[in-house]
């Protein structure tokens, strides 16, 4: 087992920066390829970010390149998301998952671990 809590949510102006963090705990973090999520109201969610176990490769939606950047450190066993040029179109909950295995993915059934979700709100 793996269990992911989220931190780092809250309240922000467009144009502004967050960073989200997941720390992790239970088996091998360093095991797991990490992915982040956010699921907007009345919508489903959707691929943010992944991350490989090694950290070596990333990938992202074109919704957030350039703008977020994910990150991790194993010896923490978290993964983090740095989210900058904040739009009102990114308010949403967050969750960082966890995949067996080394390589990431943007599908989230093939994550086998979730957080509980951290909010972002983006102020316009």
């Known amino acids: 087992q793996v269990q992911l809590v989220e931190s780092g949510g809250g309240l922000v102006q467009a144009g502004g920066s967050l960073r989200l963090s997941c720390a992790a705990s239970?088996?091998?973090?360093?095991?797991?390829?990490m992915g982040w999520f956010r699921q907007a109201p009345g919508k489903e969610r959707e691929f943010v970010a992944a991350?490989?176990?090694?950290?070596?490769?990333?990938g992202y939606a074109d919704s957030v390149k350039v703008r977020f950047t994910i990150s991790r450190d194993n010896a923490k066993n978290t993964v983090y998301l740095q989210m900058n040029s904040l739009k009102p179109e990114d308010t949403a909950v967050y969750y960082c998952?966890?995949?067996?295995?080394?390589?990431?993915?943007?599908?989230?059934?093939?994550?086998?671990?979730w957080g509980q979700g951290t909010q972002v709100t983006v102020s316009s």
């Open positions: 998952a966890a995949r067996a295995g080394s390589w990431p993915s943007g599908t989230p059934s093939d994550y086998n671990y």
């Open positions: 239970g088996r091998t973090f360093s095991g797991y390829a």
């Open positions: 991350i490989s176990w090694g950290g070596g490769r990333t």
